[in-house]
């Protein structure tokens, strides 16, 4: 979700549709098979080869499978964001707002970003990354 503005300003660049098509389908995946109720972003996600169905979720660079790896948050944040700005889609607007509501809701008494919100308090792994994406 990061890139994903590389595809949309192909298509403003070379008039060409295509990518911001590819934009808007991997965002509508994203939508809906990476971001859980809550707001947390998965990080990986298998799908069938056959069907496109999703299968299952890996942890990936988070503390463990399930939690939510702060910097694939914010990733997702700005991919959605961006998607929003460049297709006026109000469902795009509305996961940014979701995601970030989780983010800023899990954000440290101490105002410190971790790898995972749900990593153990010690030894204690700090994102720099991920805070200045999300600021």
């Given at each position: 979700m990061f890139n994903i503005p590389l595809l949309y300003w192909a298509s403003e660049e070379?008039?060409?549709p295509r990518f911001a098509g590819i934009a808007v389908r991997h965002a509508d995946t994203v939508l809906a098979n990476f971001i859980r109720p809550?707001?947390?972003v998965r990080h990986i996600v298998e799908f069938d080869?056959?069907?496109g169905a999703f299968v299952r979720d890996y942890g990936g660079q988070g503390y463990a499978q399930g939690p939510s790896w702060t910097r694939g948050q914010t990733?997702?944040?700005?991919?959605?964001v961006m998607s929003f700005k460049h297709t006026g889609s109000v469902r795009y607007?509305?996961?940014a707002q979701k995601v970030a509501e989780y983010f800023i809701r899990?954000?440290?008494?101490?105002?410190?970003i971790p790898v995972d919100f749900c990593q153990p308090a010690e030894p204690f792994y700090q994102?720099?990354?991920?805070a200045?994406?999300?600021a």
């Open positions: 070379t008039k060409d809550d707001g947390s080869p056959a069907t990733w997702a944040l700005y991919g959605f607007l509305a996961a899990h954000i440290p008494a101490d105002g410190r994102d720099d990354i991920a200045a994406v999300a």
